[in-house]
């Protein structure tokens, strides 16, 4: 299928946001492939034996995405980037729900890739994570807004930049401080200045 341009997808948006439903079918074919890659790269990071699969969990997202009421979407920027946000949820909801139904008491492990775009330790699983992004929305929420954009939507750093409403020098700067406080977090270890 050939790639709409940006003005159409937010042509069909803002029409969806009104509550159009013929906008929102329009849009899920237009939109489905660079869901299919978003969710594809949230499962690589997954653990090998995971149960969901791109597809179900794009249509689980879609569902989500569908469902929210008041949602103005205002352009493919910001669309992609709470499609990653949801995804996200719906991989801590299953870890969760896995880790309950098993009653492991402990946490599932993600296999994270080497050489991905933010480094942490190979050994974080999803619901660490969760629970550190968590924390960094309350220390700063602008910081972990770009680590969901950029680590779990996959946006560019002109894309992070625009959704934001900041420079990109400012996205390359905070997105190094921001991987730096992950990391640490992740790994136990107390940013500078903070007690153990």
């Keep these: 299928m050939k790639n709409p341009s940006p003005p159409e997808l937010t ?9 159009d439903p013929a906008a929102g079918e329009e849009l899920l074919p237009l939109v489905y492939d660079e869901l299919r890659r978003q969710a594809a790269r949230h499962l690589r990071r997954e653990r090998s034996d995971h149960t969901l699969r791109p597809t179900a969990l794009v249509h689980e997202a879609y569902l989500r995405l569908a469902g929210q009421q008041r949602a103005q979407w205002e352009s493919r920027g ?21 880790a309950a139904a098993k009653r492991l008491g402990g946490r ?17 699983d ?5 629970e550190a992004l968590r924390e960094l929305a309350l220390l700063d929420p602008r910081r972990a807004r770009l680590v969901e954009l950029r680590f779990f ?3 560019t750093g002109e894309e992070t930049a625009a959704a934001l409403g900041v420079s990109e020098a400012t996205v390359t700067r905070e997105w190094r401080l921001a991987r730096a406080w992950l990391f640490r977090r992740l790994r136990g270890t107390p940013a500078p200045g903070e007690a153990r």
């Design 11 to 19: 042509r069909l948006l803002k029409a969806w946001s009104e509550g």
């Design 126 to 130: 999803v619901l660490a994570v969760d």
């Design 153 to 155: 939507g996959g946006l």
């Design 78 to 98: 910001q669309f992609f980037a709470v499609a990653a946000q949801v995804m996200r949820r719906v991989l801590v909801d299953h870890a969760r729900e896995r």
């Design 108 to 124: 599932l492990r993600v296999e994270l890739e080497e050489g991905l775009a933010i480094e942490l330790p190979p050994d974080a």
